[in-house]
């Protein structure tokens, strides 16, 4: 009620919503409050309840009655406004003029535009701020990234029967670019519209057009000036972000395999999820690939920390093992190379686990060769529940100038499943203990026994987030190979 400046009838409306209350049936009723533009209207709600019977409030009321719709019965009265939107709003500001209300409601207005980091959202709540208190009606227009023509972004009115036709009406006169040199007044068929431009950090981003039918008081306009420098910036920040977030997304994209190779007597599965806010590269990363003669790699690491340094730490080992693996290095030579290339970033580098290991058919299923850097354990699942570890951890990458990597091989039969996972899910911790404490993930794994590789990354990512209730704070890779 005070949203819609109509405190003036809310004694009244809540003795209205009392009378209607008691002469309900016994039965769940839903208690309705409806703007109409010039009056507030009441309703008490119940479904399945067919009585016509209802007496007349005692408050004075414009109208009352009772209606049906889909099967619900609305007791309703209707409360006229003392005087139009555009006096409310009047009343509103004389009032605020005089006291701290403005400064409560600057207050309001700054938290809600902050509160959201949606481009499509600020008009929307730059119109609802500002009507009915500043104006009986907000239009808001934007350009794309701040450059080319103005489009109406959103619209709202005080009677929401009226925004169809404001919209025809708008499309009548021309509004004065963003860049324009300050508040404009325009005329639109009964109103008078106050054009204020939406600049941030010297650039127009918008235009906030206000209307209302008697002239714009000084102290209106001043206050309708000091909204559009706070929602401007508020509506540059929200664009800032959004386009950081795509541009790491497509980031990020560009860091995973590009395809999904088709290997003989191999199911695998993959779970990819990247922790933090939409802005934020993750630094785990998967990959599956054809090394050619009749030979596959696979991959799954974690790189220190997150970010654009990740990423670039990320990117260098993707298609380093990629190169080196298709110019026919072994498993254990790559992960040497790649380990000096690492170091060779200086202080760029960042510390890598990696898992690195190549596939190759056999008539006996897929026999292969595997070398752990400092990664969580690679576990095989035998059919018959048995789970081992199959690969010893070596010293992790971008640390030591001199290592050497010894190669384990793993012979996977028909049914067998190798599990590979990065720490997001090792460490996943709830309270003092982590997920894989006791030979947690085996424990896990020894019940997927019969499951697809798919099925098995999915049970062991949702064993991951019912582990602890708040959500992970670290990036988690799941990477499953089965013999079929």
Same mark, same amino acid.
């Not at 409310?88 to 605020?96: G, Q, V």
């Not at 049970?459 to 704070?473: K, Y």
């Not at 990036?475 to 079929?484: C, G, K, N, P, Q």
């Given at each position: 009620?005070? &949203? ?16 209607? &209350?008691?002469?309900?049936?016994? &039965? ?5 409050? /409806? ?12 479904? /399945? ?6 007496? #007349? ?24 406004? @003392?005087?139009?939107?555009?006096r409310? +709003? ?7 003029a ?50 080319? @023509? ?7 009115? +005080? ?29 639109? +068929? ?25 002239r ?15 929602? &401007? ?21 560009s ?5 999904? @190779? ?24 998967? /990959? ?10 696979? #991959? ?32 254990? =030579? ?37 070398? =752990? +850097? ?31 990597y010894?190669?384990?091989?793993v ?18 911790? =709830? ?6 404490? /006791? ?9 997927c ?9 999915e ?9 602890? @209730?708040?959500?992970?704070?670290d990036?988690? #890779? ?7």
């Open positions: 009620m005070t &949203a819609w400046a109509a405190s003036a009838v809310l004694s009244s409306a809540e003795q209205v919503v009392g009378e209607l &209350a008691g002469q309900v049936d016994r &039965a769940p009723f839903e208690v309705v409050w /409806d703007h109409r533009g010039d009056a507030v209207q009441v309703e008490i709600r119940q479904k /399945d309840i067919s009585g016509d019977y209802m007496t #007349a409030p005692t408050v004075p009321v414009s109208e009352w009655g009772i209606s049906f719709s889909g099967g619900v019965r609305v007791q309703w009265a209707r409360l006229a406004l @003392p005087g139009s939107a555009e409310t +709003a009047a009343e509103w500001s004389e009032e605020t005089r006291g701290p209300f403005w400064l409560g409601f600057l207050a309001d207005a700054s938290d809600l535009l902050a509160g959201t980091l949606d481009p499509d959202m600020v008009p929307a709540i730059i119109a609802q701020i500002v009507v009915p208190r500043l104006a009986s009606w907000c239009a808001v227009y934007t350009s794309d990234a701040g450059l080319g @023509p103005l489009r109406l972004a959103y619209l709202w009115h +005080a009677d929401e029967a009226r925004i169809d036709s404001l919209r025809e009406q708008l499309g009548s006169i021309t509004i004065p670019a963003a860049q324009g040199p300050g508040t404009a007044a325009l005329h639109l +068929a009964d109103s008078q519209v106050l054009a204020v431009p939406l600049l941030a950090r010297g650039r127009g981003l918008g235009v906030m057009c206000l209307g209302r039918n008697d714009f008081p000084d102290d209106i306009i001043q206050f309708a000036e000091d909204i559009g420098r706070r929602a &401007a910036l508020a509506m540059d920040n929200a664009r800032l972000y959004a386009q950081q977030a795509a541009a790491n997304r497509a980031l990020q994209r860091l995973l395999p590009p395809d999904e @190779p088709d290997v003989p007597g191999l199911d695998y599965g993959v779970v990819y999820e990247p922790a933090g806010e939409t802005n934020e590269v993750g630094g785990d990363f998967y /990959d599956l690939f054809a090394a050619g003669n009749g030979r596959w790699r696979f #991959a799954i690491g974690d790189v220190c920390g997150t970010g654009p340094e990740a990423a670039a730490v990320t990117g260098l080992a993707r298609h380093t093992l990629r190169l080196l693996a298709r110019e026919g290095h072994g498993v254990a =030579s790559v992960l040497v190379r790649l380990n000096e290339a690492i170091l060779e970033e200086g202080e760029r580098a960042r510390f890598l686990t990696l898992l690195h290991g190549e596939i190759m058919p056999t008539d006996e299923g897929l026999r292969v060769r595997i070398v =752990s +850097a400092g990664h969580p354990e690679a576990l095989r699942l035998k059919p018959g529940g048995h789970v081992e570890v199959v690969a010893s951890s070596q010293s992790l990458l971008g640390v030591f100038p001199e290592v050497t010894e190669e384990d091989t012979l996977l039969s028909s049914g067998d499943v190798l599990l590979a996972v990065t720490d997001g899910v090792t460490e996943r911790r =709830s309270g003092s203990r982590l997920l894989d404490d /006791d030979g947690g993930l085996a424990k896990l794994l020894a019940d026994v019969g499951l697809s590789a798919q099925a098995v990354a049970r062991i990512r949702r064993s991951v987030q019912e582990f602890a @209730p708040e959500p992970s704070a990036d988690l #890779a799941i990477l499953v190979l089965r013999a079929s």
